[in-house]
């Protein structure tokens, strides 16, 4: 079992290089940071467990400068965005900063991208419709895809319009990095099926999760591909144990991403708890 940890990545938690040469040392595949550009302080959007929002959403850092400061002070270590925010950024923007994090580290990113959940955060900065969002990121993607593959390229969708272009550098490979979603629901799971190479969903998400991963893999089916060659990289919420990873590993998951806490000191705890597990069941 390959095991990965989610950071909070805030800017009162751990440095992203102090904490990328930490995983690497103790047996972690990857490292996997989210991001908010902001939280709108209206707060009309309640967060989709309806918890009260945790401070850690309106403090995480960017992942790309944190993910250039993980490649730099590590070898081996995959370097994941769980979630970038792909309609929050201009898409030559986003291309090359892929690129540029991809050619530095050796080819070791790895684009898990959504759509978000907080309305107003898309409305501040994107002119795209909530209700069209999905058909965006698809879009992004595609076009991403092209500008990475082709020595000039253009792209022209309902929401994505870009000039024929010449865009360096380019990833280590032509298809870029592998996009990772981990849209869960009717339509996120026939995205998924249509263009991810990778499903990264939210154990919490499923009261079954092995129910979750047969609708997961019927959707692959029915959009005429092969689950068996799409890896699942499953976010652990529920607390950690030899039970529940030798569980996922008895339903073909690839990969467990454990969830730390967002504060230094629980931080730290939480790895010297986890590592009996990495010690255990830890795969390259």
């Known amino acids: 079992m390959k095991i990965g940890l989610a950071s909070p990545n805030t800017d009162y938690g751990v440095a992203p290089g102090e904490l990328a040469a930490d995983l690497e040392q103790r047996g972690y595949d990857s490292l996997w940071v989210g991001e908010h550009s902001h ?24 992942p790309f400068v944190s993910l250039a400061m ?15 925010l792909v309609l929050e950024h201009e898409v030559l923007d986003l291309t090359k900063s892929v690129a540029t994090l991809d050619e530095l580290s050796g080819g070791r990113v790895r684009l898990g991208v959504g759509v978000g959940w907080n309305r107003e955060e898309l409305a501040n900065v994107s002119p795209v419709p909530w209700s069209q969002r999905y058909n965006a990121m698809r879009e992004t993607i595609a076009a991403m895809r092209a500008l990475w593959a082709e020595e000039e390229a253009g792209f022209e969708g309902e929401h994505v319009r870009v000039a024929p272009s010449w865009v360096f550098p380019k990833p280590t490979r032509p298809q870029g990095p592998p996009v990772l979603l981990g849209c869960q629901g009717r339509v996120g799971l026939r995205h998924v099926a249509e263009y991810a190479d990778e499903w990264c969903p939210l154990d919490v998400g499923f009261r079954d999760v092995a129910k979750g991963i047969g609708w997961f893999r019927d959707a692959v089916v029915a959009a005429d591909r092969d689950p068996d060659t799409m890896p699942i990289s499953m976010y652990c919420f529920r607390p950690p144990t030899a039970e529940v990873v030798e569980r996922y590993a008895e339903l073909g ?9 967002d504060e230094a000191d629980a931080h730290h705890r939480f790895l010297d708890e986890c590592q009996p597990l990495i010690d255990r069941f830890a795969t390259s």
């Open 39 to 62: 939280i709108p302080a209206s707060r009309e959007t309640r967060h989709p467990s309806d918890i009260e929002l945790p401070r850690m959403y309106w403090h995480m850092r960017d």
């Open 253 to 261: 998951i690839e990969r467990v991403v454990f969830m730390a806490p």
């Open 70 to 84: 993980a490649a730099a002070a590590t070898t081996d270590l995959l370097l994941t965005t769980g979630v970038c």
